[in-house]
């Protein structure tokens, strides 16, 4: 099996690469902005016929969600535009497609984990761009799977805990929302999630959801990261109302992976253990 990987060098694109070692009965090729332009049809077709792969995985979203408010036209021709593209292309050439998407497609007003029926109503340009990148996707590929996560991190790229073992370093006290609960979730647990997918002895299109296991608020999240990280750093806990951001960020991004465990027999690490992992990669480095 031939997976062409689009958005290879972002955190999920990375960490995928590093999974693959462990799949030798998988061939790869990876692909960002610079060697293919997914928002340009006719050259993904052409890429597409020339490598010949069996399965694409789309890794690649405009995720600044704050930014996105100004550069709207571009978030949509990312994350919905070149979703349609591909879920086009992999249509006519018969191909498996699997598509990252995110909690933002909810308005974060639950108080019980989302499940994959639940009513999508999201508030904010990237939310609204990554549901109609979902929607396009699955009218031009109705066999597409979407993986849905939230609150990712790795070794790679930027992410909340590359920024805390930063910050905590540097200064004695941080303050940190106590009030927006989630999951925090490794990027390479999502990798061996989509590679135990494309491995198993089936494939069941639809929507799915993914994170790891467990419940936090980011000020939990900062707690766990300087305790296993030994860095003497106080968290202290804010609401999110003392924390300026432009765009208001989900108050409840918690997910529901039952279905994704059921279908798949996937069993999803806690959040904890995946922050342990990713620490001794991170701090092995310095």
């Known amino acids: 099996m031939k997976l062409l990987i689009t958005g290879a060098y972002g955190q999920l694109g990375n960490e995928l690469r590093m999974a693959l070692i462990r799949y030798p009965q998988l061939q790869s090729v990876f692909t960002d ?7 340009d049809k006719v050259a993904l077709n052409a890429f597409v016929c020339e490598h010949k792969p069996h399965v694409l995985v789309n890794c690649a979203a405009y995720t600044a969600v704050d930014k996105a408010e100004d ?3 571009l978030c949509y021709k990312i994350n919905s535009d070149a979703v349609r593209n591909l879920g086009e292309v992999a249509q006519e050439h018969g191909l498996k497609i699997i598509h990252i998407s995110t909690d933002y497609v909810f308005d974060g007003t639950s108080h019980v984990p989302y499940t994959e029926d639940m009513p999508t109503s999201p508030n904010t340009v990237y ?3 990554k549901l109609a990148g979902e929607r396009e996707l699955l009218q031009a590929c109705p066999d597409a799977l979407i993986l849905r996560t939230a609150w990712l991190y ?3 790229g930027n992410n909340f805990v590359k920024t805390m073992l930063r910050l905590c370093a540097e200064r004695p006290q941080m303050r940190v929302i106590f009030d927006q609960i989630g999951t925090p979730t490794y990027a390479a647990d999502l990798a061996g999630a989509i590679l135990q997918i494309l491995t198993a002895d089936k494939f069941v299109p639809g929507i799915y959801h993914f994170t790891n296991e467990g419940v936090c608020s980011w000020y939990d999240f900062a707690k766990v990261i300087v305790k296993m ?6 968290i202290v ?3 999110s109302k003392d924390y300026a951001v432009r765009t208001p960020r989900p ?3 918690v997910l529901n992976k039952s279905k994704l465990k059921a279908v798949y027999g996937i069993k999803i690490p806690y959040w904890m253990d995946g922050l342990e992992r990713c620490l001794k990669v991170l701090l092995a480095e310095k």
């Open 251 to 253: 108050h409840y991004s």
């Open 154 to 156: 790795s070794g790679f």
């Open 229 to 234: 990280a030994n860095i003497s750093c106080d």
């Open 33 to 39: 902005v610079d060697t293919l332009d997914i928002c």
């Open 237 to 239: 806990p804010i609401e």
């Open 127 to 129: 939310g609204k761009s």
């Open 71 to 73: 550069d709207v036209s």
